[in-house]
C-alpha cells in the first residue's frame, strides 16, 4: 500500500510538473559527441567460437576494413566485464588502434546522491511525503476544493472496517495554509498533491527518469577505431559468460548379441550448445573445449567509488610549525626516462626508474612486429597471437578426414567442427562430434554393496576422439534398452557403461575366512616386528535365469593400505583398478556359476618394549608361537616377571606404611585428648610403638625402591641387548 502510493503520487507529480514546466532557453544541453574519425561505422561479425566448460566462451569477429574505420559491436552489461578483462584486437594491414570506447553508467547510488531529496530506489509513500515536508503544496480533490499551504506532516492510522475485527490502514495529510489554519486531509486516489517549487519538480522528474533507466536492458556499444591505409584483415577476440555445452551420445547395436562376445556398436556423439550472447552465429568455427580453464569476474565496466574517511574539522586547538626530515634522493636526467624535462628531476630513491633509449610513441600500436605472421599487427589487450588471429592457436594432431578434429592442450581436450556452423541468437543447436564403430561386450556387472547387478557395457575407444563427460542411451535390435553416464575416455581407454537392471542374475557370498600366521619375526633396538602371512578368502555365486549366458563381472574389494597383496593360483583379474579386482565369471543360461577368490598378503604388529616394557604375556604368547625365540626372549621375560615381583612387594609394604602412619596419627590425638590423666601414660606407649612401625616400613619401601631402579636398568639393558631376525622357512 505505501509503496502503491509512492507511484501514485510520484505520477501525478510528473504529470504536474509536465503541465506547469517550460522549456527554458537558457538550459544548459548535453555536450555534442566527440568527432568520429573518418569512415563508416561498421560491425564486425561472429567468424569462430570456442565454448568450454567452465561457463565461458571465446568469440572472434573478423572483417575487412579501409583506411580510417571505426567499428561497432554491441555486448549487454554483464558481457562487458568479461570483454574488457579479455578484449584483443589484431589489425593485420599495419595499422594500428587508435582506441576502444564504450558508453558507460554511472551506478544508480551514485546518481541518487546528485539529488537533494534523500529518497532511496524503492521508496515508501511516506519517505516520498517526508521530502515534501515543509514545502508548499497545491492539493485537489478534497473536500472544499483546492487547497495550497505547507505540508506538515504524513500519518498512518488504523481503524476498523465494517463491523467486524478487520483492519485498515489510511493514510492523512496535514496541512497548514497562510492563514495559519490546519487542515488534516485523507490520502485516497482521488487526491493529487503538487509542488509548487519548481525547482522540486524538477528533481522529482529527474528521479523517475533514473528509476525508469534503471528498468531498461541497456547494450553497451564497444567502438573501435582502427588508424591505417588501404584494405586490411582486422581480429577482435574476448571472452564471455555463455551456458555450458553438454555432451550426450547413442550406442547402437544393430542386432542383439546373446552370446556376450565382443561386437562393435556404433557410437554417436553430439554436444548441445546454447546462444544466449545476444548476436547470430552465421557459417562460425565453433569448437568445443572440455575442460575448465580458470575463469573470473571483475567490474571493470562499472565505474567504481572507494571510501574516504569523514575527518572532523579541528577547532580551538592550535598547532605549532614543525619541520619533516627529508627523503633521500637521486637526479635523474631527463633524456633517460620516457619523456622530456625542462630540467633534471629528483625522484625518490624507492622508485625504480627504467632507462630506454628513446621514447615510446603514446599510442596502443606496436611496431617492430614484421617478422609475426608474415605481417605486422597492431595490439590492444594482453594476448597476441600469430597471423591466424586472436585465441586457441596450437600445434594440432587433428583427424585428416571427418568432421570432426580434435586436439590436446594442456589438461583439456577439444572438437573442433571441420564445417561451419549457424546458430541464431537464442536458439540452441544439436552439433555432432562423434560417429564411428567402437568395440563394446554386453557384460553384468555386479559390485558386493549392491543388491543386483547391472546390465553394462564394456566400451573401448578405438577412435581418435576423447569422449567426454555425459549421458548415454543404449539401443538394442531397434529398441531402447536403457542410459546412464560417462567419465571422459581417452583413446585406448577401456570402459564400463552400465544402463539398467539385470534382473535375471542372483549372486550371494559364502565362505569367507580369513587366517593368519606368522612367517617372519624382527627384534632391533627393543622394536618387535612381527610380519604374518594373512590369507582371505570368499565363494561367489551367481544364479542365472534368463534363456541367454551371461558374463558376470565381478567387483571384488583390493586392499590399498598395505602393499604385496596377490591373488592366488591362477586366477586372473580382466581388469585391475585402484580399488578394485573384476573377475571374469562366466555363467551359462538356467544355471549356476560358483567363483573361488584366494588372496595373501602381509599383516604387522609392531611392539616398542622400551615405551611399554610390562608386555610379558606378549612375549610368552610370541614365545609359544615361535619357539625359536625363547634363547632370545627369555632374558627379557625373566627380567620383567622380576620387576613385576618388586612392584608387588612395593605396593604391599606401601599399604603397611599407610596402616602405620593411621595407627600413629590415632594415638597421637588420643595422647592429645588425655594429656595430664592416668590413661595417657598407656597411649604414649602405643603412640611409641606406631612411631617405630612406621619408621620400618618407610625404610622397607626405600629399599624396594632402589631395588626396582635396579631391576629396571637389568631390564633395559635385556631389551637393549635384543637382536634378531626370523623368517619361516616355507610358506604353507
Known amino acids: 500500500m505505501h509503496r502503491l502510493l509512492a507511484v501514485v503520487c510520484l505520477a501525478a507529480f510528473t504529470v504536474a510538473s509536465a503541465q506547469s514546466s517550460k522549456p ?47 567499428v561497432a559491436i554491441d555486448f549487454t552489461s554483464s558481457q562487458l566485464n568479461d570483454v574488457l578483462q579479455s578484449l584483443t584486437v589484431l589489425d593485420e594491414g599495419g595499422g594500428r588502434i587508435a582506441g576502444v570506447n564504450y558508453n558507460s553508467t554511472t551506478p544508480f547510488a551514485e546518481q541518487l546522491k546528485a539529488l537533494a531529496l534523500g529518497m532511496t530506489d524503492d521508496p515508501t509513500s511516506t519517505e516520498l511525503f517526508q521530502v515534501l515536508r515543509g514545502q508548499r503544496v497545491e492539493v485537489t480533490g478534497a473536500p472544499g476544493g483546492i487547497l495550497t499551504g505547507r505540508l506538515m506532516s504524513i500519518e498512518t492510522r488504523t481503524e476498523k472496517k465494517g463491523n467486524d475485527d478487520t483492519t485498515i490502514d489510511k493514510f492523512y495529510l496535514t496541512l497548514v495554509a497562510a492563514s495559519g489554519a490546519v487542515r488534516v486531509i485523507e490520502l485516497t486516489p482521488a487526491l493529487s498533491v503538487r509542488p509548487l517549487d519548481a525547482s522540486l519538480q524538477g528533481q522529482l522528474d529527474r528521479y523517475l527518469e533514473l528509476l525508469s533507466s534503471t528498468r531498461t536492458t541497456g547494450l553497451r556499444h564497444l567502438t573501435l577505431n582502427a588508424l591505417g591505409q588501404g584494405e586490411r584483415q582486422l581480429r577482435v577476440s574476448y571472452i ?16 542383439a548379441n546373446a552370446s556376450g562376445e565382443s561386437a562393435n556398436a556404433i557410437v554417436q556423439g553430439w554436444a548441445v550448445v546454447d546462444n544466449t550472447v545476444g548476436a547470430d552465429w552465421d557459417n562460425v568455427q565453433l569448437s568445443l573445449v572440455a575442460g575448465a580453464p580458470q575463469s573470473f569476474i571483475q567490474p571493470l565496466s562499472q565505474p567504481l567509488y572507494t571510501r574516504r574517511p ?50 615510446a610513441p603514446a599510442s596502443f600500436g606496436v611496431a617492430g612486429m614484421e617478422g ?22 596450437r600445434p594440432s594432431d587433428a583427424l585428416s578426414a571427418g568432421d570432426v578434429s580434435t586436439s590436446a592442450f594442456d589438461e583439456f581436450f577439444e572438437y573442433a567442427l571441420t564445417q561451419p556452423v549457424t546458430i541464431h541468437k537464442n536458439e540452441s543447436a544439436m552439433v555432432p562430434i562423434l560417429q564411428q564403430d ?6 553384468s556387472l555386479w559390485n558386493p554393496n549392491d ?45 564400463l557403461l552400465s544402463f539398467a537392471t539385470d534382473q535375471a542374475v542372483k549372486m550371494s557370498i559364502s565362505d569367507r575366512d580369513s587366517r593368519n600366521r606368522v612367517h617372519h619375526l624382527a627384534i632391533h633396538k627393543g622394536y618387535i616386528v612381527e610380519t604374518f602371512l594373512q590369507v582371505q578368502g570368499a565363494t561367489y555365486s551367481a544364479n542365472n535365469t534368463s534363456d541367454e549366458d551371461r558374463t558376470v563381472l565381478i567387483e571384488h574389494p583390493r586392499h590399498t593400505g598395505t602393499s604385496g597383496w596377490t591373488l592366488d593360483g591362477d586366477l586372473k583379474a580382466a581388469e585391475t583398478t585402484a580399488t578394485l579386482y573384476r573377475l571374469r565369471l562366466q555363467v551359462a543360461a538356467h544355471s549356476t556359476a560358483k567363483l573361488e577368490v584366494r588372496e595373501h598378503g602381509p ?7 622400551q615405551a611399554k616394557p610390562e608386555q610379558r604375556e606378549f612375549l610368552i604368547e610370541l614365545v609359544r608361537q615361535i619357539p625359536d625365540a625363547q634363547a632370545q626372549i627369555q632374558p627379557v621375560i625373566d627380567a620383567q616377571a622380576a620387576l613385576a615381583e618388586i612392584d608387588e612387594k612395593i605396593a604391599t609394604s606401601k599399604k603397611a606404611e599407610e596402616t602405620a602412619a593411621a595407627d600413629e596419627a590415632r594415638d597421637r590425638e588420643n595422647v592429645t585428648a588425655l594429656k595430664g590423666s592416668d590413661g595417657a601414660k598407656r597411649f604414649i606407649d602405643e603412640l611409641n610403638k606406631a612411631e617405630d612401625q612406621l619408621q620400618a616400613m618407610r625404610k622397607q619401601t626405600a629399599g624396594l625402591e632402589i631395588q626396582k631402579a635396579a631391576a629396571t636398568e637389568k631390564l633395559n639393558q635385556a631389551i637393549a641387548g635384543l637382536s634378531w631376525d626370523w623368517n619361516e622357512s616355507e610358506v604353507k
Open 24 to 70: 527554458s532557453k537558457s538550459a544548459v544541453s548535453p555536450p555534442a559527441p566527440p568527432v568520429p574519425p573518418q569512415g563508416v561505422l561498421k560491425d564486425l561479425p561472429v567468424r569462430k567460437v570456442v565454448l568450454y566448460k567452465n561457463g565461458v566462451g571465446y568469440f572472434e569477429h573478423a572483417g575487412s576494413v579501409s583506411g580510417n574505420q571505426r
Open 240 to 255: 564471455s559468460e555463455v551456458p555450458v555445452w553438454k555432451s550426450t551420445y547413442r550406442i547402437v547395436f544393430p542386432h
Open 310 to 359: 569523514e575527518i572532523p574539522i579541528a577547532t580551538g586547538v592550535e598547532t605549532t610549525p614543525q619541520t619533516h626530515e627529508a627523503a633521500e634522493t637521486v637526479t635523474v636526467d631527463s633524456k633517460q626516462v620516457g619523456g622530456s624535462f625542462s630540467s633534471p628531476t629528483r625522484v625518490p630513491r624507492s622508485v625504480k626508474v627504467v632507462a630506454e633509449k628513446e621514447a
Open 372 to 393: 609475426l605472421g608474415g605481417s605486422s599487427h597492431g595490439v590492444v589487450g594482453g594476448l597476441y597471437s600469430g597471423g591466424a588471429g586472436g585465441g586457441i592457436y
Open 438 to 443: 567402437l568395440p563394446a561386450e554386453h557384460v
Open 451 to 495: 543388491r543386483s547387478p547391472l546390465r553394462a557395457v564394456w566400451l573401448e575407444n578405438k577412435s581418435k576422439l576423447t569422449l567426454d563427460s555425459g549421458s548415454f542411451s543404449i539401443f538394442e535390435s531397434g529398441e531402447f534398452a536403457g542410459e546412464g553416464l560417462l567419465d571422459p575416455i581417452h583413446p585406448g581407454e577401456k570402459r
Open 603 to 609: 599383516a604387522y604388529i609392531t611392539v616398542n618394549l
